[in-house]
């Protein structure tokens, strides 16, 4: 045929093979990228739990002979308000252990007072499962009474 034109097909161009090795990538740069974002999520509840129990021992310090009520009942009310973006129903809180004190409300100067907590978190990520399957954060801190 006078005007048509003719396409050679030569071996070895490589015109699809980027496409076929960015295809062969991808699904690993994906699950990288959801184990990163996965991560970040996973230390933000810990700095928010974190936060919560030293909230929560501040308010037990301060709180010891106020008069306004149980100083752990306060405590742990604190505590969960302070870890709002938690779900609260997940958040355990350890019995308050005391120096130099048996209870909560007859705490005195120079006593210790620890405060602590858990949450369980949640490391699945898709295609591959959980790494960690019984993964919990867990956060405590110590107070003196002044």
């Known amino acids: 045929m006078p005007g048509a ?20 990538v991808l699904p690993l ?6 184990g990163i974002i996965k991560g970040g999520i996973l230390f933000y509840d810990y700095v928010v739990l974190a936060d919560a129990v ?4 501040r308010t037990l310090a301060i709180n010891r002979g106020s008069g306004n009520g ?3 009942t306060l405590a742990e009310t604190a505590l969960k308000n302070a870890a709002y973006n938690l779900n609260q ?7 308050e252990q ?7 409300t007859a705490l005195g100067q120079n006593d210790a007072a620890t405060v602590s907590a858990t949450y369980p978190c949640d490391m699945t990520i898709p295609f591959l ?13 110590t107070v003196r009474i002044e």
Request: positive net charge; glycine residues 8%.
């Open 70 to 72: 149980n100083p752990c």
């Open 29 to 34: 740069l994906m699950m990288l990228l959801v």
């Open 5 to 24: 034109r003719r396409t050679i097909v030569r071996a070895g161009r490589e015109e699809g093979s980027s496409l076929f090795e960015f295809a062969l």
């Open 129 to 141: 499962g959980s790494f960690w399957p019984s993964c919990t954060l867990s956060s405590q801190t």
């Open 98 to 104: 005391f120096t130099g004190s048996s209870t909560c």
């Open 54 to 57: 030293a909230v929560g021992a």
């Open 89 to 95: 129903s997940l958040i355990t809180i350890q019995p």
